[in-house]
């Protein structure tokens, strides 16, 4: 046996150890799950009580147990003394509290990120282990201590390497899915996601410099670290689109985290979803902080004195409602600081109190208090007087007032008057028109000053009656059992009764509006408006934030170029951390250099500092011949370099992944054609599996173009916008130029073409005419 093999022996059988230690603590936990729902329903309540609590704490433990099968052990620290650590996934002890895995999050496992051969302490030498399924197939031995005697053994095993673990996951076949890099975390990185909860932690990087790999790490390090401060207020995720967060949904549960909330800004206020987009123009416009001004304006538009004011007869008396009762009415109400749907109710008290006592006032008697409760029905049931108190403060819903404002300009010229006549016009729409991805921030900011829909109002107190008479039972339980410590409340215990777990508080998160949560992470943070970040900071009052993004791939108008004017409006001078990333794991160092030097030349800010990978002939350009059907050439240039890539990079498993990204004025046509080239190289079945499609059943199908493309199609047709945040292992990008052209400023325009080039892994084709070559240069 060689002694690399032999070293293969023997981390097989430390990797067996941690997976038999795996299964029984699987198996153990199964079979208490098993016991306890045998158990039945039957006994005492309090009884019932304590199965339920087991079974879900059971049930949670098996969940995390079983996520994180694949890559279990990945790595191994020896220091000085001898004494060897192996690093996973979870923490693993055995019978007798000896350590057998020490969990990646834990201080002990911080050298394996951070330690250098200048500064690595006791540790003389760290082990990268890698596996397929349960078997060990590599390993690799970064010496850190030179004068030790790891070095000599690692070079006769021929273990001894540097970043071939790292290399190795760069150059894998994508498959639509992000993978953790739990594995491979520099130090620049691991600094990053073990900064402080307690602050904003704001992430600038270029292009593959890994940031989202980062923040979502650093959510699964943070709930490790701070796990009962964060397990009961939950922690937000913020992508950019709904193909982004399909992206990256396998992350968190890989690294033993379940129960995130994932949102796009279009879907975060709960029960409503933005189903369009804003003209760009648009958008910027609706994302300015004092549209913030216009919102309350129109709220306070509703609070006002109507100008015909009624009286009414009771009992032969004349009750008239005065201009002055209103007017205190108004002020009593704003005095309550109460949202405007909660204050209508102190509004309507005051006014029906002051008619009530003006009936009163003109009797000759003092009357009994049934009379007095007959006057006050009658004014409430009065027509007239209902009718002019909706008038006076008129109870209102978010969804109706953006409706209102955006459907009339004359509202709009009265709410937003520094508005222009040309932006009104931009900002008008038909009534009934369906939510932008803009609107939401504004639907957000209505909402919180209404307050919720008085309709709903009576539904949610009838909870919160119901939820505080199981807790009063949840205490006579804790009672009975004699339990009165203070270490198990009977709140713990509700949650336990009602199976609040991690992803029942992410579950009960996205459907409130109103929930704070402890920390939030915002991927591609630059393309934020100030009203989308005046949303998230309502959700996060500690101010704990994870910010990644880079402001060179700002295309947003409403967005941000500069992370300081950004921030310290939000947090304040102090209240933030700058860090930046300045390696590029992602692109080869020649699509690197190509996109680098154009974005410099554009005056976009540049991070990144090199590539860690040389691949020549990675940057391949194509002119198609000029001729009188330009276009059809364009097209069938496209099929064709497609065909290509997807037989270098594409295997028939349906691992490797292609982006043709394209002038949005080309797609339709471009996907066709692509499609078109698929059936005749590979046939129709293989032409729609790489195209993702399907149809109603669900079926992959070729016969009708119109569909869709699904999340995991081996081979996208896309717009810019569609790519943010993603990687493929091959690109082409089609008309630059033209791309160029649709975007609404030059620099966004910038932006967008440098995104588009910084996607691919291994191959960038650009593909154009000769027309399109005169536009921009590459």
Known sequence: MSRYSSQIHEEQQAVTHAYTRLDALRETTRQRLDAVRAAGSHGSPTMRTERDSFATMYEDRLTGLRAVEDRLVFGRLDDNAGQKRYIGRIGLLDDDHESILTDWRAEAARPFYEATPSHHGNIAMRRHITLKFREVVGIEDEVLDVDSTHVGAAEQAGTLAGEGAL?????????????????????????????????????????????TAVALHRAAYLLYTHRRQLERSGVLVVGPSPAFLHYIDQVLPSLGETGVVSRTIGDLVPGHRATSIDDPLAARLKGQRRMANAIANAVAARERVPKNLPTIKINGIRVPMLKTDVLQALEDAKHTRSPHNKARETFIKSVLSAMRNRYIEQLDYTPEQAEISDVANQLKLSDDIRKTLNLAWLPMTGPWLIDQMFSKPAQLQRFAPWLTDDEIQLLTRPKGSPLTVSDIPLLDEAMELLGPDPKVTARQAAEKAQRAAEEQFAKDTLAQAGIGSGIVTSSMLLDNINGLDSEMVAQQAANDREWTYG????????????????????????????????????????GTRRWDKRMDALFGEAGWDLHELTINYRNPEQVSDLSSKFAENEGLYISTTKAVRDMPGSVQRVTVEQNNEELRSLTDSIGKQATVLVERFIDQDGTGRLAIITPLALADMTRRKVYDAFVNEFGQNRAAMLMGLHDADGEKTGSNMDLEQGDDAPVTVCDTQMVKGLEYDAVILVQPGMIGQEAPSRRSAASDLYVAMTRPTQQLTIVRTPTDTTLIEL
């Open 167 to 211: 290399i190795a996951s760069l150059n894998s076949k994508r498959t639509g899915k992000m993978s953790d890099i739990v594995e491979t975390i520099q130090a620049e990185q691991d600094r990053i996601i073990r900064a402080p909860l307690d602050r904003a932690t704001i992430v600038q990087g270029g292009p593959g410099t890994g940031k």
């Open 519 to 558: 920390h939030i992470v915002v991927d591609e943070a630059q393309e934020l408006t100030a009203m989308d970040w005046r949303m998230l900071m309502r959700r996060c009052p500690s101010r704990s934030f994870t910010i990644v993004g880079d402001v060179a791939q700002t295309s947003a108008l409403g």
